[in-house]
């Protein structure tokens, strides 16, 4: 009798100390859309064009091996649109993000919400938000 009683509060007290001190529940991770999951336009420094999915890393050539960049496009409102390469590095929570930008085969620079144009240092604005940050386009399916 004493016994069953006993049992049923020492459940009851396990019961409360599992509610007190489980962990707090783990958030699912979401599947979040990044440069990986799209494709890209890329540029080599020989001038090859091709698109490919995104990557941290830079990615060779399709054609001729040497490294290639994503390339953006950025929009001066005088001198119209340029080029600019884009580079990636793995943001804190592992994500891809941008890092990196590179007006005609110049120097890298940190990437910045407006890049000068190589004309008249007008900060240009990004033309067509492509990049992870906004990607609207569906998600091809690939084997
Ligand atoms: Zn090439
Ligand atoms: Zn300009």
New binding site residues.
């Given amino acids: 009798m004493w016994s069953l009683l006993l049992a049923m509060s020492a459940a009851a007290l396990a019961f409360t100390a599992w509610l007190w001190w489980r962990p707090a529940p783990t958030v699912p991770v979401y599947y979040r859309r990044t440069i990986n999951d799209v494709e890209l336009n890329w540029k080599?420094?020989?001038?090859?064009s091709f698109v490919a999915r995104g990557q941290v890393a830079d990615r060779p050539?399709?054609?001729?091996?040497?490294p290639?960049f994503v390339i953006t496009p950025f929009e001066c409102p005088k001198h119209g649109v340029t080029e600019v390469a884009a580079r990636f590095t793995y943001g804190a929570d592992g994500a891809p993000r941008l890092s990196q930008y590179r007006v005609y085969q110049g120097d890298w620079f940190p990437a910045m919400d407006s890049v000068p144009c190589p004309h008249c240092s007008f900060p240009m604005v990004r033309k067509q938000t492509d990049l992870p940050d906004a990607v609207t386009r569906g998600k091809k399916k690939s084997g």
């Fill in positions: 080599c420094d020989a001038g090859h050539c399709a054609m001729c091996d040497q290639a």
